[in-house]
């Protein structure tokens, strides 16, 4: 398997709802990443797990709580979201971002979330 | 501030051209430079990187050229197909210290005439 899924394609939610965001990967790497992409936007790095522990947090606001429960599955929890919250969220996994030669990102397809 | 400066924002080719993107960084720690193709709906997906030892680097229609000196790097695509329309990001990174997260452009909409 060599590629990252994520779940669901797309989610619709009210400014009131908890959702989650779901991805995955089988390749046995072991950072994973979670960026924000605005229309004709590059990608916005948010968080990065590496081995499992929270790495990087870029100043997200609380209302998006990340979640590492295995090396495989990596969640973004989403509660009390604005408007200006709707966006694409990629997942992103590499080998590891420490060696050279392995810290290539292979990105998901996203998840369409638009905020109500 | 925008530490790799991306251009053009779109380009329009006819087929068979060659695409040439342009793209500048500031920081002279970045060794690493990748463009990444990007397809409506889908993830950014990884299209061919360089290193700063090397000046130029092919693979298949799709050439990076380097220059350190300048801090520039471009991403040429010969014989542009409709198939490569899709929107281009250069981008730079450092490692391991910097986790080889990459600093994106802007992106560049290329749409390739049939």
């Known amino acids: 398997d060599t590629e990252v899924t994520q779940t669901p394609k797309h989610l619709v939610m009210g400014m009131t709802n908890k959702k989650s965001l779901k991805c995955e990967q089988h390749?046995?790497?072991?950072?994973m990443y979670w960026y924000k992409q605005k229309a004709k936007k590059p990608p916005e790095l948010m968080f990065v797990y590496s081995y499992e522990k929270l790495s990087i947090n870029e100043s997200v606001p609380s209302r998006f709580s990340p979640e590492c429960p295995n090396s495989s599955l990596l969640n973004l929890h989403l509660h009390a979201l604005q408007p200006e919250d709707s966006a694409l969220y990629l997942c992103?996994?590499?080998?590891?971002?420490?060696?050279?030669?392995?810290?290539?990102?292979?990105f998901g397809p996203g998840t369409r979330l638009t905020v109500l | 501030q925008q530490q790799v400066k991306q251009s053009p924002q779109s380009l329009i080719v006819q087929k068979g051209g060659i695409s040439i993107i342009n793209c500048a960084y500031e920081?002279?720690?970045?060794?690493?430079f990748p463009w990444y193709q990007q397809f409506p709906g889908k993830g950014p997906a990884l299209l061919i990187a360089i290193r700063p030892d090397v000046s130029e680097k092919k693979e298949g229609r799709f050439t990076i050229s380097f220059n350190k000196s300048a801090k520039q790097f471009s991403l040429h695509i010969m014989d542009s197909q409709p198939g490569d329309s899709a929107t281009y990001f250069c981008?730079?990174?450092?490692?391991?210290?910097?986790?080889?997260?990459?600093?994106f452009g802007r992106g560049t909409s290329l749409i390739v005439h049939p």
């Open positions: 981008a730079a990174s450092r490692g391991p210290g910097g986790s080889y997260i990459p600093t």
């Open positions: 992103a996994s590499s080998q590891d971002p420490k060696y050279r030669g392995r810290h290539e990102q292979f």
């Open positions: 390749m046995g790497h072991r950072a």
């Open positions: 920081n002279t720690a970045f060794d690493y």
